[in-house]
């Protein structure tokens, strides 16, 4: 039985997918970071981009589960530099995820990570890789500023947070696995590049430069 739903979830999710076009992507992914910045409590989220090296933002971010639970969703990732404050990329980027446990429903949501240090980037730079582990995952923190006490770059690697049109119990992406997509990425730039080279060199960010 639960073979059976499990390769019913897969066929479901990656049915989600509407083949939609890099510059979709791109433009889509500004529309999730202004619904987010359109909250009156995002001055916290502002203020950890501000502290950041990166963001990797999911405009549509599939979750569907009862018992066995599956997630997938096609974003970029921006990685900005310390020093200059230039922002790099998109490189374009998939994420897959299974999941067991409590959880019933359909959520589709904007998912954006905000990478707070160059080991969450590293992940990143490469192919792919697995959330959580070594690098720590947190929630994001809400409110209109950043508690004066914590110091979020040692906190947490990646902060999570997630915008919902639906409805999801037991949301969590540690565990997801991410994977560069060549396609999306050579489809944008006219040739092949691999993430590093986008996010130290392609500097033409449509979101914040």
């Not at 921006?78 to 490189?91: A, C, F, N, V």
């Not at 092949?192 to 500097?203: G, R």
Request: no cysteine; proline share 3%.
């Amino acid at each position: 039985m639960k073979k059976s739903i499990l390769a019913t979830l897969i066929i479901l999710l990656f049915s989600f997918s509407l083949y939609a076009t890099a510059q979709d992507t791109v433009e889509e992914a500004l529309l999730a970071v202004e619904e987010l910045l359109s909250k009156p409590d995002s001055g916290a989220f502002v203020q950890l981009v501000e502290l950041s090296e990166g963001l990797v933002i999911f405009p549509t971010f599939y979750k569907l589960g009862y018992v066995v639970g599956g997630q997938y969703g096609e974003g970029i990732v921006l990685r900005k530099d310390s020093e200059t404050g230039k922002w790099y990329g998109p490189s374009f980027v998939n994420i897959y995820g299974l999941s067991w446990g409590a959880q019933i429903g359909v959520q589709s949501a904007a998912l954006i990570l905000v990478v707070m240090n160059e080991k969450g980037m590293e992940g990143f730079m490469g192919n792919n890789f697995t959330l959580g582990g070594s690098v720590g995952i947190s929630a994001g923190p809400l409110g209109r500023q950043l508690s004066a006490d914590l110091d979020y770059k040692l906190q947490a690697s990646i902060y999570s947070y997630s915008i919902a049109k639906g409805f999801y119990a037991g949301v969590s992406v540690e565990g997801a696995y991410i994977r560069a997509d060549d396609n999306a990425n050579e489809d944008y730039y006219n040739e092949p590049l691999s993430p590093e080279e986008i996010l130290k060199v392609k500097y033409d960010s449509p979101l914040f430069n």
